[in-house]
């Protein structure tokens, strides 16, 4: 797909179809009232019949008179007080997935709508609504199946048509750059959920390895895939006792952007840390049936660092970065862990495993362990990690926690220029004791009151250095097709370390 910046009218937009984003009740003045003259007044007259309420993500199709556009697609942003980057990304994500089905090859997308009501330029809008197209054009049935009929329209060209003065007077690169940045970061959270998205007998913790040491050949990243001879050599304890009870050994992936020993602009290496579960059956602590299938999603947490390193890498080369990603299926084998067992992890403290589903943890604090004896001196990481956040939160945010407090401003700010919705959560350090084991340091789990919170707690014990922590088991997938997504996994979170990252760059 080639990106264009059209300084120009959107009534003069050569393509076959213009998206028209309208913010709130559409009034027609302005610019909006000369489209509407222009393109034969259709859009007045469906205003007129109710149907351009506007409301967030409605679309309607029109003609456009003898406008070299062929047709018109107006996409509703909801009101203007709530617009926000996420909106706008959702908004144009809507636009390519209402043309399912369309051969489209030629799309304009009128930014100046979105940037007016972004209030950040054109160069931002640009960056949103691109990545929104990008998003918008994933299709998980393409993953297995030929048949892509009924697929959004893999578009040649992308308009981005702005009168915008600035843009006029030379701005034109910087709204391309921005465009093109966009697209490197939605082709990650593409990336990302396509390999998320996929089955569990089709991607094991090797499967994970072979893919992320085929991206890390393609962008020029060393790979470390440590097996489960080394891990016990090692000492990483938890994370092997969750892999025993699958015939698919565990497979810790390491990945690195820049020289060994290299520290960013900041003076950091950050490491993103990613759960990787290749199945949770929840192993003997063994899950009900209903809705067991969607934890083929469990290692959601992995491929979004995974793709977050390729992400960063591209847009910043060198980049001095680490991904870590601990892969393991949880299985009730004959040689699983058993509630009850003790075992010790990579930092020392010896763990009693009273529930084999409170696996995420475990795979999570040796890998954060390694991450610090590797040279890590901040900890990003990303987890499907409990259902209680989805009780607390729902899947449109995601819940957060993080210390030291400057390390939670950092990544609030980073969530907030990628678009994204965070929610910090307390470290209630009295309920530290509701997780005391009788024979060994702690418990994987506690009693459920505040479980959220002493899932926090846990992994809190597994860094001495500024840490992130990032739920994502409610936000990652959607149960159900939105007009901005379809079902699966969503790539959320993906830009937030993205943005993170790029803080040390340059
Ligand atoms: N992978 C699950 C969390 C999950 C649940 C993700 C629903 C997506 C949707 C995690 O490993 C888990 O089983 N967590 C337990 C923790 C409990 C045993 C302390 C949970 O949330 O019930
Ligand atoms: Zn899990
Ligand atoms: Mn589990």
């Known amino acids: 797909m080639q990106i264009r910046v059209v300084i120009g009218q959107p009534w003069e937009a050569v393509a076959d179809l213009l998206v028209v984003p309208v913010l709130g009740e559409p009034t027609f003045t302005g610019t909006l009232d000369e489209l509407d003259r222009r393109s034969g007044g259709e859009l007045r007259a469906l205003a007129a019949l109710g149907e351009l309420r506007a409301k967030a993500y409605a679309t309607v199709l029109a003609a456009s008179g003898d406008l070299p556009a062929g047709r018109l697609l107006v996409v509703g942003g909801g009101s203007a007080e709530g617009f926000d980057r996420e909106t706008a990304r959702r908004q144009a994500a809507t636009s390519i997935r209402r043309l399912a089905g369309r051969s489209v090859h030629t799309l304009a997308y009128w930014l100046d709508p979105v940037a007016d009501a972004l209030g950040e330029g054109a160069a931002v809008a640009a960056d949103m609504v691109v990545r929104g197209i990008v998003e918008g054009g994933f299709d998980p049935k393409t993953i297995y199946l030929d048949n892509t009929d009924a697929a959004p329209p893999a578009l040649d060209e992308l308009l981005l048509v702005t009168a915008d003065a600035a843009a006029a007077a030379g701005a034109a690169a910087a709204i391309a750059a921005a465009a093109e940045r966009g697209r490197i970061i939605g082709e990650g959270s593409n990336i990302a959920r396509r390999l998320a998205n996929r089955a569990a007998n089709d991607v ?41 009870g699958s015939d698919n050994p565990p497979r810790m992936i390491v990945m690195r952007s820049g020289p060994e020993g290299a520290r960013d602009s900041q003076g950091r290496l950050l490491a993103m840390v990613g759960k990787g579960v290749c199945f ?211 790539g959320a979170s993906l830009a937030t370390l993205v943005e993170l990252a790029l803080t040390g760059a340059g």
């Open 204 to 244: 094991s913790p090797q499967v994970l390895a072979d893919e992320a040491t085929a991206l890390a050949a393609t962008y020029g990243l060393a790979i470390d895939v440590i097996d489960e001879k080394r891990a016990a050599a090692l000492g990483m304890g938890m994370f092997l006792a969750v892999g025993r």
């Open 280 to 490: 949770d059956s929840g192993g003997i602590s063994i899950k009900p049936a209903d809705r067991m299938e969607e934890m083929k999603l469990d290692k959601t947490g992995a491929c979004t660092v995974i793709a977050a390193i390729v992400t960063a890498a591209r847009l910043a080369p060198g980049i001095p970065l680490l991904a870590i990603a601990p892969a393991v299926e949880n299985m009730p084998g004959d040689h699983a862990t058993r509630p009850g067992d003790i075992v010790k992890a990579l930092n020392g403290l010896h763990v009693d495993i009273t529930n084999t589903d409170a696996e995420g943890r475990l795979i999570l604090g040796d890998a954060m362990t390694y991450a610090e004896q590797i040279g890590a001196t901040h900890l990003v990481d990303v987890a499907t990690l409990t259902g209680a956040v989805g009780r607390a939160l729902g899947h449109m945010v995601t819940g957060a926690f993080a210390t030291p407090d400057p390390w939670w401003t950092e990544v609030a700010a980073a969530a907030d220029r990628a678009g994204e919705r965070l929610w910090r959560l307390p470290l209630v350090q009295d309920y530290r004791s509701e997780m005391d084991s009788w024979t060994g340091d702690m418990t994987n789990s506690g009693t459920v009151e505040g479980s959220l919170v002493k899932s926090g707690l846990f992994l809190e014990s597994f860094r001495t250095v500024p840490w992130a922590h990032l739920d994502i088991a409610a936000t990652s997938y959607y149960r159900k097709a939105f007009p901005f997504a379809p079902r699966g996994a969503n």
